[in-house]
């Protein structure tokens, strides 16, 4: 028996540590337990516990002026302020208990419609650019200017909130849902050209090939080789994609830009709880449907 | 095999005549549906205004640049912020995701009928709910703030943490767990030593891949008054400084793309 085996037997068995190295293992947990006193409690509390102490004379701080407390100044929590606000919480939940549809229902029914069209032209509009951008950005059929550029635009729309997009052009175009559609459709580009993108790099080659091999022109190539490769793909990114711009678009309406945000932001302002839950429940009702929906086309497709 | 009678000749076809009827048909609605949407978006558009777009938009751009990079010593304290409310979010989420989701597994949920249903409810209902409109509640509830961020951003990540654990723990190796059962392991040994060790790798991602999302999220809370650099952003724009919003906007890219590097980083050195 070896010696370790040996040295082994009769102690008990320990988990081996997720981290190796237990100088690297220490120093990780120290940096996360100084960030978390940073960010929740701040540098006052630190000071203020070491004065508590001994440590250090009264009145010591970090840095000249308590500009350090400033800038770490922790999750100040205004107990007072939530006391107040617990009413208006359980008035809240007390809302989808009755929610109230017939107060602003002419608003309700104007924001859903504002919303469904909002979401169903943006997505056709932004299927229809993706494609071609997403064909730009698969390697094995884009040269690579046209890749890099194709990437470049996929990028850019990924790295950009959707809110602030709306934003910039609620500024250009005015309110309205104009400015919601063609934000919708830009943040569609992003996320379904990256996918189809992948697809398209992950298809069998050979098919393409195949149809190549009978002098088909580049269109023939891409139609009968590659479409039929990625067509399931596409119609299930397309309907998840339909998901994502309906709820997107709920939201939209807080900054201007259309759809039924805007008529719930109005009732938060005027704290009418039961018209928000009522609002609350037709848009997670819809996402349900539509999520119910999107995973039905997609299992069929499959 | 589909195809039609031309001239005596048998002309191939890629589908039989029934299967393009049915193509033709979808074509058909989407074109209706798109042009019905397209058209109540341009009711509501008043096109007359829309002439000078061009112009507004030079004159936009043209303000905005260059940027004002004094401002910046303002902004550290919202970026610092804003890093909060998105770790601190992440973190306490995951507290509470994780017990959602053992109750929301098949396998190991103490109850199929009447615990799991309401676990999936909560996954769904937190799901659902953009973070804006959890920040518009507790912005109601506890006051404007960084607290009302960091618990909007908390409580609708929950729902996709949840989700996408209880997902990696159906999908774990059950013979581990039956041998940690017959060594007579305790319930939470069970977990301990069969369950966990097998979706910590898709835990660690999940919550990387959440931090990432939750950053970019977090920029934008302060719209609606939830703390971040977004509150600094809404502030610029209603005093139409166009020199502060594009510096505001350019720190928002930076961090997206630095919070996307250093979770694929994570990310690459976990799997």
Do not use: C, E, H
């Given at each position: 028996m070896s010696v370790a085996l040996e040295n082994k037997l009769g102690t008990a068995w320990k988990k081996n540590p997720y981290i190796a190295s237990s100088s690297l293992r220490w120093a990780i947990s120290a940096i996360v337990l100084v960030y978390v006193f940073l960010a929740v409690f701040g540098t006052k509390s630190i000071s203020s516990s070491l004065v508590g102490l001994g440590l250090v004379e009264e009145g010591f701080r970090f840095g000249t002026f308590g500009s350090v407390d400033k800038f770490f100044s922790?999750?100040?929590?205004?107990w007072s302020r939530i006391q107040r606000g617990l009413a208006r919480g359980q008035e809240f939940v007390g809302g989808f208990l009755s929610p109230d549809f017939a107060s602003r229902w002419d608003h309700i029914v104007q924001g859903m419609y504002e919303s469904v069209v909002m979401t169903i032209a943006s997505t056709v509009v932004g299927i229809g650019v993706s494609i071609p951008i997403a064909l730009g950005a698969a390697r094995n059929i884009a040269p690579l200017p046209v890749y890099l550029a194709c990437r470049f635009i996929i990028t850019v729309s990924r790295a950009l909130n959707e809110l602030i997009v709306a934003i910039i052009l609620v500024a250009i175009l005015?309110?309205?849902p104009l400015a919601g559609f063609i934000t919708l459709s830009f943040a569609t580009i992003g996320f379904l050209a990256k996918l189809l993108a992948e697809e398209i790099e992950d298809m069998n080659k050979s098919q393409a090939e195949a149809v190549q091999a009978t002098g088909a022109t580049w269109l023939q190539r891409i139609n009968f080789g590659v479409q039929p490769q990625v067509m399931p793909r596409l119609i299930g990114l397309s309907m998840y994609r339909l998901d994502i711009n309906f709820r997107e678009s709920a939201v939209l309406g807080l900054v201007g830009a259309g759809g039924i945000g805007a008529t719930l932001n109005t009732a938060f302002d005027r704290y009418e709880f039961d018209t928000v839950a009522a609002i609350l429940l037709i848009i997670i009702s819809t996402v349900m449907v539509l999520e119910y929906l999107s995973g039905f086309i997609r299992t069929r497709i499959k | 095999m589909p195809h039609i009678e031309k001239d005596g000749l048998k002309v191939w076809q890629v589908r039989d005549r029934n299967a393009t009827l049915t193509r033709w048909g979808m074509w058909f609605a989407l074109v209706v549906a798109f042009v019905w949407s397209w058209g109540a978006i341009s009711d509501n558009t008043l096109w007359a205004l829309m002439g000078n777009v061009g112009e507004v938009t030079v004159d936009i751009a043209g303000r905005a640049v260059?940027?004002?990079?004094?401002?910046m010593e303002k902004l550290w304290k919202p970026i610092w912020d804003t890093l909060n409310i998105a770790t601190l979010g992440t973190v306490i989420s995951l507290f509470l995701a994780v017990p959602v989701a053992f109750l929301a597994a098949s396998n190991t949920?103490?109850?199929?009928?009447?615990?799991r249903p309401i676990a999936l409810l909560i996954i769904v209902s937190s799901r659902s709910v953009n973070s804006l409109i959890w920040a518009l509640l507790f912005v109601s509830i506890v006051g404007p703030g960084v607290f009302a961020g960091l618990l909007a951003i908390s409580i609708r990540s929950i729902g996709f943490c949840a989700k996408l654990l209880y997902e990696a723990i159906e999908e774990i190796d059950e013979r581990q767990v039956e041998a940690i059962t017959a060594t007579g392991a305790k319930r939470w040994q069970i977990m301990v030593y069969g369950i966990v060790p097998q979706i910590m790798p898709a835990f660690a991602g999940i919550a990387v891949f959440r931090w990432d999302i939750n950053i970019r999220e977090s920029t934008v809370?302060?719209?609606?008054?939830?703390?971040?650099i977004g509150l600094q952003l809404k502030g610029s724009l209603d005093t139409i400084a166009w020199p502060q919003v594009s510096l505001i906007l350019l720190v928002i890219l930076a961090a997206v793309v630095l919070s996307e590097w250093v979770s694929a980083k994570v990310r690459g050195a976990i799997i």
């Open positions: 922790g999750i100040d929590v205004n005015g309110f309205g | 260059p940027p004002r990079w004094s401002y949920t103490p109850s199929k009928y009447f615990v809370l302060g719209l609606v008054g939830a703390g971040g």
